[in-house]
């Protein structure tokens, strides 16, 4: 499976401590250009909090 940057900073808003919620808040916030720029600053969330999002959706 293949999982969105949405669904990413879905599972961040949901599922994060502080900063990774006021992240996706602020990914969810930004333009397509800054999202991309959050997405390239803060990679170990996306891919971390991708994986979370896929196990989740296996569990459903």
Not at 18 to 35: C, G, K, P
């Amino acid at each position: 499976m293949n999982t969105t940057p949405t669904q990413a900073a879905s599972a961040m808003k949901q599922y994060g401590g502080s900063f990774a919620r006021a992240l996706a808040e602020a990914w969810f916030a930004a333009d397509t250009v800054n999202q991309q720029r959050i997405e390239q600053a803060f990679p170990d969330f996306f891919l971390r909090y991708a994986a979370l999002s896929e196990t989740v959706a296996e569990g459903a």
